[in-house]
Each structure stands twice: as C-alpha cells, then as structure tokens.
C-alpha cells in the first residue's frame, strides 16, 4: 500500500502540474509561476497532499534531472565567442550584487562572514531554467542579448559548481581539524578528477555506440541512465547528488552526438522543470512567510530592482552598450536553483541554519516569480530607457570626418555583412561597416576594412558611419527590436536612403516595412524561393520568366508564401509556360550519332518532334540552317519544341535509349 500511496503521490504532483499549466498558458502567464503555486497548495504547508518526510525526495528527484539537462546544454561555444569580456562581466555582477548582499547582511549581523558569503552568492545566481526558456520561448536565442544571458548563465553555474566542491573546506568540518579535512577532500577531488577523465574518454565512445546501434529508445534510457548514475556517485562520495548530474550531463556536453542526446532529452525537459519547480514550491514553509512578511516582500522586491541595476551596470562596465546592458539586466534579476542547492548544502554543513534556510526557500521562490514576470517586458523597458538617451543623443565633433559620398552603411559584421562586405570591396562600392561587438568590429578591421564601433541604434554613431551621405544601408542584426529602431530614425532623418533589412523570420516583415524599410528579406522565405527558381530551371522555363516569377513570389510581402490568397492569373499562366513550346541548346559531341550527317539524314524532328532552328558552327552562328547543313563535332544546336520533346530530343542526340512519341 505505501508504493500505492507514492504513485498517487506522482501521479497528483503531474496532475496539478498539467492542470495549472493549462490555466496558465490560457491566461498567457509563464507556467514555472503556475508550478511554484501549485507546490505551495499541495505540499505540507498548503493542504497537505503531500507528506512533508516525501516533498524532499521530489525535490531531489526533479533536481537531478533539471540539472543533467543544465550540464548537459553548459556549451562553451557562447563564452569563446565572447571572451574575455564576458569574464569581466560575470565578475563584476558577482563582486557588485553579491557584495551588496554581503554588506546589506553584515549591517544587519546575526551570522559569520561564511554564511552571509554563500547567501550573497545565492542572491547574485540567475535562473538557468527559468531565463533559457523564456529567451528561447521569444525566439531571442541568437540575439545580443540572449546570447549574453547564456554565457553568464553558463558562466555563474560553472562557478557555483566550484564553490559546491569547496564548500567541505570552508566548512572546516572534521574533529582532527582543518589539516585532515583539507586531506579528505584532496583525496575525494582526486578520486573525481580520475573517475572525470576516465569518463571523458569513455562516454563519447560508449554513447556513439548507443546512438548507432541503439536509436532513440535507448539514447533516452542512456541519458536517464547517466543522469542517475552521477547522482548516485556523488552521493557516495558526499556531495550533492544534483551536483553529480549536472557533471555527467557536462561531460556528455562534449561528445559529437552531443546534439543527438540533447535533442533526445528535451521533450523531457519540461517534465523535469515541472517536477522540480512543483517540488521546491513544497519547500516554501507558510510560517515563516507569516513570520517575515515584510522581511520577505522587501527582500524580493529590492532583490529584482538592484540586481537588475548592478548587473546591467556590470554589463555596461564590460564593453556593451546600455541598450544591451538594461535589458540583460532585466532578464537576469531571476535568483537561481542553483540558490536553493549552495543553501542546502551549506546547511548540511553546518553553516547555514535551519531557520535560515527555510526563509531563503520562501525568498528564492518569491524571486523566481517576480523576475518570470519581468523576463518578457525586459526588452520594451530597455527600449523606453535607452530612447531618451537616443532623442538626445547628437554626433560629436567626430561626425564631421570624411566619409565616401553614396557609400553604403553596413549595420552588423555577421555571416552576411562579412559577405556583402566582400562583394562590396571587389566591386569597388564604398561601404562602412557599424559594429559593437568588439571582436567582430576587429576582425573587420583585420579584413580591411573601415568600422564604426558603437550601438547602431544611436544616431550619433549612424552618424559617425556617414548616415547624411551615404545611400543605402543594410541592416543586417538579429534583434528585430534594435532592428526596428535603426531603420525607424534612419528612415525619418533621410526618408530618400535606400534602406534593406535582412530578417531571419518573415514575421518581423511587416513592422520593418512600416518602420521605413524599402526593401526587408527574410531569411526562411529567401531560401524557398531559390530552391523554386533552380526547379523551374530544370524544366527549361527561359530566365526571363523565372525573375518574373521571383518577383511576383515577393511582391506583396511573400504573400503568396505567407498563405495569403494567389492570384489565379499568375498561377495559370505558370501552368502555361510548363505546357507551351521552350528552347535549349545542346553541345554536340564527337560520340553524339548524328555527327556526320545533314540536319535531314539525322531524323531528329521527324523521331522526337524538336526543331532545330539556329546553331554555332565554328564560332559563327548559323540562323535557320538549311536540311543539307552537315551536323558536326563542336556544334552548338538551339532546339524549340515542348518539354517532353526536348527531353527526348537530348537522349536522341546522346545516343541513349528513349520512348518515340508514337510508339
């Protein structure tokens, strides 16, 4: 009976969870709010539906899994192509909001300068789950700003990671002192480093064996297998087992099937988000929330206010521009699961309370809701903060340097403003490239070329590029917002410049075109539309159609693409040019059958139906060549006739196998 009464357990935990999501998704609300409330309703200090001795087995359980799936996405692909400023900001968020936490603790006094370090630490930690969904939920994923929050995400667990190994020597725990301590956990690193680097070399190569031999099922139990396999070891070794998991997802991280298992993984990521945030909502103990209150509600609300202040400062002090700054601060004003895990396992360790841990459960909880509902509004406020800047922001006295009259101004040197500017620079049209990440703007200046460093969403630096003389500029950036906004104040200050924006989705197309664009091409539909042309090619349709045809798939803003209405004059007279009468030319070699003969010995028209009516015979073009004409090696032969015809036509000369019309 008592398995009975825990699958009743689970199966109420997922119902809650589906059930509240629901509502929420329908409400339009993040659903991690809906499974920190229904945690509260359902656990001990709510209705009781879950016994208090089994909340902490959930807990754990969704913490190991959460945290595999942590490690596992811990690529270090964001933090290289940032480097070091990334470094910096990292640090000076840490040394700022951290530093105030410690000195807003040590104000206050009641505990040692070893605890107040952890809950600073602990206040200064931004939600990898909650952050990564909602960026990748906006489709912010390749943005500035996303790409930002991953590194520091990345970066803060890796750190806390650190700290959660240290934590035995800081406790100092042990009755022959800190010497024998300090041997014990030497040996323990030790032994983690071997087990480490044996499983480097092993697990790549027992998971590509899974993943050929095994498929999906079994590259599913695999992850599953490993998630619990690195609990269960750091268990036995004295750590936190959702330490061990997240090791394991991180050595998993670098396998070349690393995508593979990811892509496996993630339909279950979500449960394991569900399960966890349910369980640390159980955590929350009602008593010492009506015992706090005010303590709480300040604490929560200061929390999300300066951190969201001392991170966009740490931002900014690291090289990016406000804009950035404001809303990356914003989107990582959340506090972390990883808070709950350094505290509880400072309180194993004695240097954390009970009482203190119970009230950081109801603060970090608190946090997380709070700084949720802050996540999708970070970038319109840091847009309304940042345009008082840009109303008033004017060129300094270095606008007036020479620039090339009709250049062009190139926003962004990504994959495409790298290769417009390659083009640019062969065909001798002056450019200017804007760029405020300062290692592509290096690597731009490395290729030559001249490069404004700076936010292009300030006219001031538009104006450093030579916005007044230039005449077109491409804006090539991948934040739809910034994108808006360049194109918005360049349209109005020069309403003639010719102004192209390359989008990734076709959704942003409209706001482009009312924003001042001339011309915006999207990505995904770019793509379809080459594809179309190189098919219509191979059915022979002449090039003149088919730009025609390209033209008329992007007028009206890809609408026929976008599912809107086609015009049925346009569609029948594509039928028309598949059915009616084409040209193609055919090379004559010296094994083709009818070399040697006259065009009327050769039999073409008469076995395929296609008509010769021009060739080029020794460089000279031969119109309407006569039936006596000797067909030769090296000629060149204009055919006419319909599709299947000249499909026929080309075997025949070829000398392969083909089907006579009449036959």
Same mark, same amino acid.
Request: hydrophobic residues 55%.
């Given at each position: 009976?008592?398995?009975?009464?825990?699958?009743?357990?689970?199966? *109420?935990?997922?119902?809650?969870?589906?059930?509240?999501?629901?509502?929420?998704?329908?409400?339009?609300?993040?659903?991690? +709010?809906?499974?920190?409330?229904?945690?509260?309703?359902?656990?001990?200090?709510?209705?009781?539906?879950?016994?208090?001795?089994?909340?902490?087995?959930?807990?754990?359980?969704?913490?190991?899994?959460?945290?595999?799936?942590?490690?596992?996405?811990?690529?270090?692909?964001?933090?290289?192509?940032?480097?070091?400023?990334?470094?910096?900001?990292?640090?000076?968020?840490?040394?700022?909001?951290?530093?105030?936490?410690?000195?807003?603790?040590?104000?206050?006094?009641?505990?040692?300068?070893?605890?107040? +370090?952890?809950?600073?630490?602990?206040?200064?930690?931004?939600?990898?789950?909650?952050?990564?969904?909602?960026?990748?939920?906006?489709?912010?994923?390749?943005?500035?700003?996303?790409?930002?929050?991953?590194?520091?995400?990345?970066?803060?667990?890796?750190?806390?990671?650190?700290?959660?190994?240290?934590?035995?020597?800081?406790?100092?725990?042990?009755?022959?002192?800190?010497?024998?301590?300090?041997?014990?956990?030497?040996?323990?690193?030790?032994?983690?480093?071997?087990?480490?680097?044996?499983?480097?070399?092993?697990?790549?190569?027992?998971?590509?064996?899974?993943?050929?031999?095994?498929?999906?099922?079994?590259?599913?139990?695999?992850?599953?297998?490993?998630?619990?396999?690195?609990?269960?070891?750091?268990?036995?070794?004295?750590?936190?087992?959702?330490?061990?998991? #997240?090791?394991?997802?991180?050595?998993?991280?670098?396998?070349?099937?690393?995508?593979?298992?990811?892509?496996?993984?993630?339909?279950?990521?979500?449960?394991?988000?569900?399960?966890?945030?349910?369980?640390?909502?159980?955590?929350?103990?009602?008593?010492?929330?009506?015992?706090?209150?005010?303590?709480?509600?300040?604490?929560?609300?200061?929390?999300?206010?300066?951190?969201?202040?001392?991170?966009?400062?740490?931002?900014?002090?690291?090289?990016?521009?406000?804009?950035?700054?404001?809303?990356?601060? *914003?989107?990582?004003?959340?506090?972390?699961?990883?808070?709950?895990?350094?505290?509880?396992?400072?309180?194993?360790?004695?240097?954390?309370?009970?009482?203190?841990?119970?009230?950081?459960?109801?603060?970090?909880?608190? #946090?997380?809701?709070?700084?949720?509902?802050?996540?999708?509004?970070?970038?319109?406020?840091?847009?309304?903060?940042?345009?008082?800047?840009?109303?008033?922001?004017?060129?300094?006295?270095?606008?007036?340097?020479?620039?090339?009259?009709?250049?062009?101004?190139?926003?962004?040197?990504?994959?495409?403003?790298?290769?417009?500017?390659?083009?640019?620079?062969?065909?001798?049209?002056?450019?200017?490239?804007?760029?405020?990440?300062?290692?592509?703007?290096?690597?731009?200046?490395?290729? @030559?070329?001249?490069?404004?460093?700076?936010?292009?969403?300030?006219?001031?630096?538009?104006?450093?590029?030579?916005?007044?003389?230039?005449?077109?500029?491409?804006?090539? *950036?991948?934040?739809?917002?910034?994108?808006?906004?360049?194109?918005?104040?360049?349209?109005?200050?020069?309403?003639?410049?010719?102004?192209?924006?390359?989008?990734?989705?076709?959704?942003?197309?409209?706001?482009?075109?009312?924003?001042?664009?001339?011309?915006?091409?999207?990505?995904?539909?770019?793509?379809? *539309?080459?594809?179309?042309?190189?098919?219509?090619?191979?059915?022979?349709?002449?090039?003149?159609?088919?730009?025609?045809?390209?033209?008329?798939?992007?007028?009206?803003?890809?609408?026929?693409?976008?599912?809107?209405?086609?015009?049925?004059?346009?569609?029948?007279?594509?039928?028309?040019?598949?059915?009616?009468?084409?040209?193609?030319?055919?090379?004559?070699?010296?094994?083709?059958?009818?070399? @040697?003969?006259?065009?009327?010995?050769?039999?073409?028209?008469?076995?395929?139906?296609?008509?010769?009516?021009?060739?080029?015979? @020794?460089?000279?073009?031969?119109?309407?060549?006569?039936?006596?004409?000797?067909?030769?090696?090296?000629?060149?032969?204009?055919?006419?006739?319909?599709?299947?015809?000249?499909?026929?036509?080309?075997?025949?000369?070829?000398?392969?196998?083909?089907?006579?019309?009449?036959?």
């Amino acid at each position: 009976m008592e398995h009975a009464s825990y699958f009743g357990e689970i199966a *109420i935990l997922l119902a809650v969870a589906v059930g509240v999501a629901l509502v929420l998704r329908f409400l339009r609300f993040p659903s991690i +709010i809906g499974f920190l409330l229904a945690g509260m309703v359902i656990g001990p200090a709510g209705f009781g539906v879950i016994p208090a001795e089994h909340v902490g087995r959930f807990a754990e359980i969704g913490l190991v899994l959460l945290l595999f799936t942590v490690g596992l996405e811990l690529s270090p692909a964001p933090l290289l192509r940032s480097g070091r400023r990334l470094l910096l900001a990292v640090g000076l968020q840490f040394l700022f909001v951290g530093g105030c936490a410690v000195l807003l603790l040590t104000v206050n006094g009641g505990e040692d300068l070893r605890a107040r +370090i952890i809950l600073g630490m602990a206040a200064a930690l931004s939600s990898t789950a909650i952050v990564l969904k909602s960026v990748s939920d906006r489709g912010e994923t390749g943005t500035v700003v996303g790409n930002l929050a991953t590194g520091v995400l990345l970066l803060q667990d890796v750190a806390v990671i650190v700290v959660m190994l240290a934590l035995p020597l800081v406790a100092g725990r042990g009755e022959d002192g800190l010497l024998a301590v300090f041997l014990a956990e030497g040996a323990r690193l030790l032994v983690l480093a071997a087990v480490v680097s044996a499983a480097h070399f092993l697990l790549p190569r027992l998971l590509g064996l899974v993943t050929r031999r095994g498929g999906r099922e079994l590259t599913t139990l695999f992850a599953v297998l490993m998630a619990a396999a690195g609990a269960w070891l750091a268990s036995l070794a004295g750590w936190s087992p959702g330490l061990g998991a #997240c090791i394991a997802g991180l050595l998993l991280a670098k396998a070349d099937q690393r995508h593979q298992l990811v892509a496996e993984v993630t339909p279950f990521r979500d449960v394991f988000n569900a399960v966890f945030f349910v369980s640390l909502g159980m955590l929350v103990d009602f008593s010492v929330v009506s015992a706090h209150p005010m303590l709480l509600l300040t604490a929560i609300l200061a929390t999300t206010l300066v951190k969201s202040v001392l991170t966009g400062a740490a931002v900014r002090l690291a090289g990016w521009p406000w804009r950035v700054a404001v809303a990356a601060g *914003i989107s990582l004003a959340t506090v972390s699961e990883f808070a709950y895990v350094l505290a509880s396992e400072a309180a194993g360790y004695g240097i954390l309370g009970t009482s203190i841990l119970k009230l950081l459960i109801a603060y970090t909880v608190g #946090c997380m809701m709070v700084g949720t509902l802050l996540l999708p509004v970070a970038a319109p406020v840091a847009e309304w903060i940042t345009r008082l800047g840009r109303r008033s922001g004017k060129p300094d006295g270095n606008s007036h340097e020479n620039h090339p009259l009709h250049h062009v101004v190139i926003v962004a040197y990504g994959i495409t403003g790298a290769n417009l500017a390659k083009v640019l620079k062969a065909t001798r049209v002056p450019f200017r490239i804007v760029e405020m990440n300062p290692t592509l703007a290096r690597k731009a200046i490395a290729d @030559g070329h001249e490069v404004v460093v700076g936010d292009a969403t300030r006219m001031a630096i538009l104006a450093h590029a030579g916005i007044d003389e230039a005449r077109a500029l491409v804006v090539a *950036i991948n934040e739809p917002r910034a994108a808006e906004y360049v194109v918005a104040q360049a349209s109005a200050a020069y309403p003639r410049l010719f102004i192209l924006v390359r989008v990734r989705f076709v959704s942003n197309l409209d706001r482009l075109y009312h924003c001042g664009a001339k011309l915006v091409i999207p990505e995904e539909f770019e793509t379809s *539309i080459e594809i179309a042309a190189h098919v219509l090619k191979e059915f022979r349709i002449p090039a003149n159609v088919i730009e025609a045809q390209v033209t008329s798939l992007r007028a009206g803003g890809y609408g026929l693409l976008r599912g809107k209405p086609a015009d049925r004059a346009m569609a029948a007279e594509l039928l028309r040019l598949f059915e009616q009468t084409v040209t193609e030319t055919f090379y004559l070699t010296e094994d083709s059958p009818v070399c @040697g003969r006259t065009i009327a010995e050769s039999g073409l028209r008469d076995q395929t139906g296609a008509t010769i009516i021009a060739l080029v015979h @020794g460089g000279k073009a031969v119109p309407a060549p006569p039936p006596e004409h000797v067909l030769e090696k090296g000629d060149v032969l204009v055919l006419v006739g319909a599709h299947a015809q000249l499909d026929m036509a080309r075997l025949f000369l070829q000398g392969q196998t083909w089907d006579a019309p009449n036959a």
